[in-house]
Each structure stands twice: as structure tokens, then as C-alpha cells.
């Protein structure tokens, strides 16, 4: 009875973090501070029984290595003394910090919970660890918050995945959706069918650099691994005593290329290949025959018995139907079955799973390409193409977890910097994943109850290392559980500031590897009178930024042309008849973390363009200023930087300001075919006195990179004012190429005559 009306008191006071900055992540619903501190750096005392024993461990581990806090049964230090509640909302908890520490909770998972509050809490140094006196109030909004990790591109060991689950546990993730097959590689023991781990679990080779690039190269290893049913059960035990669910997924009938290289009865034509060792999407895959669906049935056997799991994953996305169009079996089932086409034909093969799972009293869960051709009656759909999918299927009564690549793909870049690792492409900054919500904006109440959670995906194509996973996740995942935890989050500054003088910290002590990209400065430049202004930010509205010139060769440049210091430089416009390269050397005060920026001095540096073809909006960085601001687009491409552009033709004009005599131009041009990102075929090129009349349409085919800038040369000799460029790409990407049947994207960068 007392725990209730200790609910109901705390919970009508208003969330406070506006005025009291609260240091635990995720957010607490209501945490409000009194005066005073509790002083716990001898030692806090616990009745050993009240917490279960991985709990018990976990906060004795804790409070010795990051504070050297002794937990014992020592009467004459301040206790820890908990109480479970009733008629509190599920997983709830509550901290009161005053003489002692006083920990409500609804469930063990919830009194694992408070736990990690409690470590987020301690403050002060060595000698003098205390906690504020405060009372803590709180519970998730969404049940199903989770981090994906994708074994099949790269492996990781049980060490490894025990780690990536100690550091979910830190924030309040309760669901790790295990990404066990895929094409290239089969990571889960099944005893039925030893082939999928002894050849399906190994390749031979795998590709170096991006799988964009051409020509491939190949690492020639083998390459492989897999869990063996103990390990599983070691790793889902473990999860458990830190009250994350693991979901396993077994991809079909797409990603199993792995399975069909040791099975190859199992695809629609017979054929024995190999694991493959390049990334992508493969025509073939499982045939919707008997057979196979014996085949997942016996597999799903065996992965209900590791798996305690409500949820089992099938995949369901990426899978091309032309091998089923031409497979007698499958276009049989089709007939037989009365099915309008092979999308339906996914349907049955989804379906017949369903029934199965359903049937043992589980839940299929899959990506959203289930529903196409129909959604199945039990199924989860886990939306990842936008939102769309999530959207529709909540609309029709199905539970959705979102997990949109706009907010949620942590393989995605995270900053424009030269200097982050090579990624698949995509741009999600931290401050980017901090606006996801799983419910969309504008979704009914009705449907919104049909949304289970989100969780970010790890596809670890680039991913050779858990180092390099853990730089991919984190910080972002702590943006992530706030929209998956809190019901009211703070501020992105809020969230910020908490993060940068806390957790970063408590990040390292826990040997998390995360990435500094949010201190890598961003660049604003703007054009003035005279000519660009160039202003380094960084995570903070202050930051500020050492900067040095590092070619001092070339010192003359900056002298002449770089005036100002600090965070801002100045580069005079135009004027330079031959380009300089001015390298800058830029160091972040607060972390430390340094970059090296080149600028391109040229004669058109900060001169006006008026670019007549609007850039894509998803692709506008800073109009026709990133032209001429000097800086050339990363490359690889990370998701920004460039001008892009989803029309044939892009047509821009170049005022001299005066006439001049040229001899050509340069032009930088991004090329990144599997992002459907081509080279254009022709740039037209006209000359004009007032920029009304235009003449002398010169056509240049666009030629192999000559210059060390990657910019390309376009011979136009004339004297003249103004100059028009148009840039000609085909029309449409032709078939059997990436993107076939699309607009190619034409993406540009830096113009430079010479
Ligand atoms: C996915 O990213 N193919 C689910
Ligand atoms: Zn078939």
C-alpha cells in the first residue's frame, strides 16, 4: 500500500530536467534534486538476497572498477535498500537518495534498471565518491528497444557479442536482434543439417574498399565462423541475466546464399556455387518448394529450442523474384495455388511460416518487404524503408517495430569527415538519430498503439572489427534509447551537454570504443562582399579550434590571402591566376581531436554562379557556394558535401565579373555506381557578353581523371564574361547496371577555370 502512494505522489510532480540537468541516459521521466549529497566512497551496504545474483555481481563489479566502491554487508555505510512495487507501470523504478538509497522496482529487469541509474549517479573523484540527495521516478515508453548485429558479414566472437550486450545493458536496451545467416556466411550450429556451418560458414575471399568501387579487388582468405548450439545458449543465458532478449533471425527466402552454397537442392536451379565474398543483393535464393519449407521448419526447430524469445526473425527482404519466375516448381505452386504473381508467392512462403511459428507459439517478425503481396495474419513487421512500411502495417492491425534507415542505420556515415571510416554511404549524424521517434509524425492513437519500439541496425559489410562496431554505435545508440526510453526527451543541447561531460567518460571506462566525429568541426562558409567566410564549429556553441597552416611552404597564401585567426579564416575571392592549396591543420580544443582540411584557391573562389538546376532537396549543401568554396567532396562519398542531382541535364552559369581570357575548366564529379551515382557523358559549355545571348556551344566528352584533385578537364579556350556549363548524363541507367531503369544521380562538386 505504501509503494502505491509513493507512485502516485512522485509522478505528479512535473519532469524537471529543465532546470537540473540529469546525468543518467536515458532520461528519467521525473528526476528531481534536494540539497545535500550522500557520501558513498567507503563503501555502500547491501543485503546480498535482495538482488539476484548476475545483479548483485554486476553492481559490486561496477562500483569497484569505476569508482573503487566496496559493496558488502558493512552496517555503517549508507544501504541500498529495495522494495518491490505493485500497481506501478511495467518495468518501473524509483531511486530516493537521502540517508540511504532507497530503490523501488516493478520487475527484476526494472531493478536492473535502477542499478544502472544509480552508477550513472555517482559523481565527485577519487576519496570522495557521494550521490546528490534526489528522487528518480521512472519507466520506458516502449517495450522493444533494441540494437540489430549483423555476424554474417563479419564474425564476431562469444566474447565479443557478450561485450556488445554488457554495453546494451548500460543503457536500457532489453532486445538484441541477432542477424545469424545472411550470404555470406551461415553463423548458427544446426545439428540436422551440418553442412551450413562445415561450408556455408566460411569464403574464400572477401572484397577490399567499397563494393562500389571497379574493379574489385579480393582479400584471397578464408574467411568464417559460426556459434555452436552451446555457445548460443551461453550467449542467450548471458543476455538474459542482463535482461535482454535476443532475437534471432534466419533470413529467407532472400540472403541465403550461404545456406545454398552447402544446399544447393534448396535454390531454384540446382546450381553448386560459392559463399559469396561480395556484398550485395543475389538473384539467387530458397525455392518456394516442399522441400525448403521442410527445410526452415527443421532449422526453426532447432533455433525455438535455443531461443526462448517471443520473436523470431525471418527476414523477408531483398529477395529478387527472377529465378522464381523461370523455376517450374515455384510457377507450379503459383497455379496450384491460385496466386496473382511471384510477390504472392513470398506471401504463401512467409505465410506457411507463420502458421509454423504461430503454431509453436511464437511470433514471426520480418523486414518490411512482407508485406508485399500481403501481409501475413501474425506477422511483425519491422519497417527499415522509412516509415512507410511500419505505417501501413499498423494501419492494418499489425505490431511494427521501426527501424527507418533515415534515423536508425548505424552503418550510415556520421560525419562528412574525410577522416571517418569507409561506410556504406548514408549520412546520420547523432543529432540526426536524436529527432527519430518510432511513431511517425501524424499517426493516429489507434495505430500508434501498434508500435512496439525501434532499434538501429549494425550491417557490418565495413565492419571488420567489434572496435569499429562499437565507433558505429556509439554515441549514437544513447541518442537512440532516449527516443526509445523517454516519453518527454530533453533537448538535443540538453542531451548533448549530458553526454559530453558525462558519458564519454563513463563510455571509456567501459572500454567502449565510440567515435569523436561530433568533434570533428563542421564547417560553415559564407560569402561576403570580398569573399568567404569560413567558420569552424563543434560540439558546443563555444567550441573552439586551434588552427595552423600546414603546408608552410606555400606560407606566402596564407599571408596574403588568409586574414583573421581562431575559429574564423578568411579567404579573398577570385584573383588567383594559378590555383594554390592551402592545407589547414584544425584542432579541436575540447577533444583533442585534430583534421586536416585542403582548400582549393582558385580563380573562381566565392564568385557568384547562379545555379539555374536546383540540386535535389535531400542534396543541397549550401547551393551554388559549394562550387567555389574551395573544398572538394569526400570521396568515398559520405552521405553530404555534394551538390546533388536526379535530372539529365544540369546547367549552371559562371559570372567573371569581368571579361577573361581562360583556357578551361575544371570540374569535380562523384563517381559511386552502386549508390546510382554515374559520371555525366558530355559537359556543354557557351560563352555569353551580358549573359543574356549565349554562343559557341562547345561539347567535351567528360574525360578520365588527369589532375591530383580528382577534377576534370574541360578545354574551352574563349575571352569572355560569363560562361554557361551544362552537364549531360543519359537519361536512364541501363538495365544490368546499378539503379538499371533509373535516373542516374549526377552529384558535383568544386568548378575551377585555369
Ligand atoms: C535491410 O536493410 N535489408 C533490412
Ligand atoms: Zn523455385
Redesign the pocket.
Known sequence: MKAIIFFIVISSVFTNWGQQVCPVIPTPQVYKVIDGELFVAEGISIDRSTLPDASFDFLKMELVNLFSINLDTNENYPKIIFNELRNVPTDYYSINVNKNIRIGYSSQASQFYAINSLLQLVQGGEDNWYIKRLSISDSPKFQWRGLHLDVSRHFFSVDEIKKFIDDMALYKFNTFHWHLTDDQGWRIEIKKYPKLTEIGAYRDSTIIGHYSRSPREYKVEKYGGFYSQEEVKEIVAYAKSKYIKVVPEIEMPGHSRAALSAYPELSCNGLQQEVPGVWGIFDDIYCSKDETIQFMKDVLDEVLELFPSDYIHIGG??APKIRWKSCSDCQNLIKQKGLKDEHELQSYFIRRMDEYLSQKGRKLIG?DEILEGGLSPNATVMS?RGDKGGKEAASQGHYVVMSP?THCYFDYYQSSHSDEPLAIGGFLPLEKVYEFSPIPEGMNDDDANYILGGQA?I?TEYMESMDHVEYMIYPRALALIQSLWCFEKPSYEVFLEVYLSKHQDYLKKHNVKFANSIHFPHLKIERTKDGLNISFHGAYDNSKFQISQSNSNEKFVFEKQVVGSGDLIFLARGGFEERKVLNLRVKSLESGVEVNYTFLLSNLLGLNIDLVTPPHVKYNNNGSLNLVDGILGSKPWKGSDWLGFNVPNIEFVIDLEKKRKINGLRLGYLEDNGSWIYLPENVQVEKSKDGIKWKKASVYKIEELNSEFDLRRVPYKTRSRFIRVTTISMDIIPEGLDGGGHIPWTFINEVELY
Request: proline letters at 0%; glycine letters at 0%.
Open positions: 527482404d531483398e523486414w527499415w534507415n541496425n550491417w
